[in-house]
């Protein structure tokens, strides 16, 4: 980038162009994105206002801002948030960047609340809460309910709890440190356990996007086979519920009948999958109720119905 006039439409032609000569995936949305962002306006302003040039403060930001995005750092880290459900999270580098797969699962246990406790007033624990995406939108969609998120990351608690605070449910959600269970007090009982938990196996991790593997390792990395926490998940999870507790995942490609023989292995009595909006297997719901009773078969059939 010169020192010549730099208009809104001279700086998005050129960093489009910029972005795709470095392989960025979507170079002309990212470079609207990145620009409302110096100018702090919404998108149709760029097309309206294309001719206004932007001041050196503007210009300065524009230019940090496109040489991260051409290193491949993920957009929202650049932006610092990301949309998920009705809210804006903060994302920083400690955490995982919500995925909008992560969305069905929350939709799916917002269905599920009423089957527990009336007007949902269930009690939810957050196994590798990262963001906080998961439990803070679970308490903002069902007000009577109360959470905990852990993670083993300390960096990822401090951005949960902002969440959790600017978007008003702090005093519901409580957040531990914890390695999955560890800290876990087993007398306290939840009517759901819910976990998205790393799962891309070790090797597959150098193969990822480019912008993938900017996310924390420790976020992705599942073990050999992907299926290190849900093995560690599964064995502890039956005692943190209640005796009819819910225990929900996501999971990664090709890993639905071996999570599901996991929740069977593991004192679980049903174990059901729901598929992402792309067809892949996407989420599995175990219920812990007693050999005999079949008093959700209703909600099992709620949690996997798509949309
Ligand atoms: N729940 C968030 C979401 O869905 O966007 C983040 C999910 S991310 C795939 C997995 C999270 O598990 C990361 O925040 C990571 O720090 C956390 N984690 C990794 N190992 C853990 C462990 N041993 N105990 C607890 N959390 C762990
Ligand atoms: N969904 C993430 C991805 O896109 C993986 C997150 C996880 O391991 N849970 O790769």
């Known amino acids: 980038m010169s020192n010549a006039v730099w208009t809104i439409m001279k700086i998005l032609n050129w960093t489009k162009q910029y972005f ?18 110096v100018l702090k306006c ?52 400690a955490t995982l960047v919500p995925r ?39 308490l903002d969609y069902l007000p009577q309910a109360k959470g905990v998120g852990v993670d083993i990351s300390v960096d990822a608690l401090v951005v949960a709890k902002e969440n959790a605070e600017k978007i008003g449910v702090k005093e519901r959600c409580g957040f531990l440190r914890s390695d999955v269970f560890s800290r876990v007090p087993p007398e306290k009982k939840f009517d759901i356990i819910v976990s998205n938990p790393p799962y891309i196996p070790a ?15 420790g976020a ?11 093995r560690r998940i599964c064995a502890e999870a039956a005692e943190h519920l209640a005796d009819d507790g819910l225990l929900a ?37 175990a219920l812990k109720e007693k050999e005999g009773e079949d008093k959700y078969a209703d909600l099992l059939l709620e949690v996997t119905k798509e949309l």
């Open 220 to 230: 992705l990395d599942g073990g050999a086979d992907g299926l290190d926490f849900y």
């Open 100 to 138: 909008p797969e992560t969305e069905l699962l929350v939709e799916s246990l917002v269905k599920a609340a009423p089957f527990f406790q009336p007007e949902g007033a269930v009690k939810i624990l957050d196994i590798g809460t990262g963001s906080g995406a998961i439990i803070v939108s679970l």
């Open 249 to 285: 995942f996501e999971i990664g490609i090709n890993q639905s009948e071996d999570v599901c023989a996991l929740c069977l292995e593991h004192g679980f009595k049903q174990a059901v999958v729901r598929k992402d909006y792309a067809g892949i297997d996407r989420m599995v719901f």
């Open 42 to 93: 919404e998108r149709l302003t760029l097309y309206v206002d294309f001719e206004r040039p932007l001041t050196e403060e503007e210009l300065a930001l524009m230019r940090k801002y496109v040489q991260r995005r051409a290193q491949h750092e993920p957009i929202n880290y650049i932006l610092g948030e990301k949309a998920f459900m009705r809210n804006v999270f903060k994302v920083t580098p």
């Open 203 to 217: 090797a597959d991790i150098a193969t990822l996007a480019q912008d993938v593997q900017q996310e924390p390792h």
């Open 20 to 37: 795709a000569e470095k392989g960025v995936e979507d170079p002309r949305s990212d470079a609207e994105v990145l620009l409302c962002a």
